[in-house]
């Protein structure tokens, strides 16, 4: 049993159950958007997109931003870190514990060859005994409670179970398991009878993801699971979790906001945005969000050429006031 310093607090066993993770999403959950969904169903758990620790160890600016949260995000935030170096993430997360995070999540999915060629992210999947090890120490670091999200192995899922057992003893409070190896990378179908069999084999919190698309959806894919995490859906409908609460508490589930009302969410992600720097970055922020946006929208091909392109408030207003008569 791993010795967690006497502070440890671990608010994933007190979450309302199923857990609601808003997945991270690297370049579109940034502190604007996380902010609207925990408005949205307060109980969803937030996660930054994937910072490194060694920039963060350094305090690089650009990465302190990328880690920073508003009060609002607290009950619960967590920065999710991906590194290799045992020292990179040992002050790493006195860095995050500074910030005052509520809790540090691992990167053990992205496949990404930028990520994975350093030997970081899902690469430390290919070696999940080293992997326990470095996290037991980074466990043993912190008073923060440290999950995991991972994918269901690197080339394939064979060593899939050992490797949720191994991680379990080295301490950690939660692990999310995206449906996919790291080789399928988006392909194919998200496995989650994997994530079941995993479930039956650990005793710690276990969030499925992968292809969650409606709350329907994610009321059958639960089975014996802790929850979930939800990431594309989200932004396509950021309503998605409280339809999903509805839905888990057997509750009518409540329609997807008017045209109207989502123009109105997207004045707010704007506004909020550019609070949070400016309006220039605002509208970049924005454009990536429209691109999903007008995909839930029959007939707004027309606009989105437009929304993806879209420079200042002012032209965004223009633009939803078309919308708006158009519908
Ligand atoms: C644009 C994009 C960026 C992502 N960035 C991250 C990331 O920073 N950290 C991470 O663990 N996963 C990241 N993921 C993976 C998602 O968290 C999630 O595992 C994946 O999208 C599958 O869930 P979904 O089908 O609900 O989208 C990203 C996915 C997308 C599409």
Known sequence: MVQRPAMQRN??????RPILVLAPMAGYTESPFRRLIK???PSTVLISELISAEALRRKNEKTMRL??????????YCVQLFG??????????????ELGADGIDLNLGCPSPKVVGSGHGSALLQDPCSTATLIEQIVKATKLPVSVKMRLG???DKNLIQTAKAFESAGISSLAIHGRTTKQKFTGQADWNRIYEVKENVRIPVLGNGDITSAQIAKQKLKNLDGMMIGRAALRNPWIFAQCRAAFAGNPIPPKPTLPEQLDFFRRHAQLATEFKNETWAMIELRKHFAHFVRGIRGA?????RLIRVESLVEMEEIFEEMAKEF
């Open 84 to 97: 290799k170096t045992e020292i990179a993430f040992l002050e790493a997360v006195k860095v995050v514990e």
């Open 301 to 305: 091909a027309q606009f989105r050429d």
């Open 39 to 41: 408005e949205i169903e």
């Open 11 to 16: 608010f994933w066993t007190t979450l309302p």
């Open 67 to 76: 880690a920073e949260f508003m009060p609002e995000e607290k009950h619960f």
């Open 154 to 156: 690197f080339y394939d």
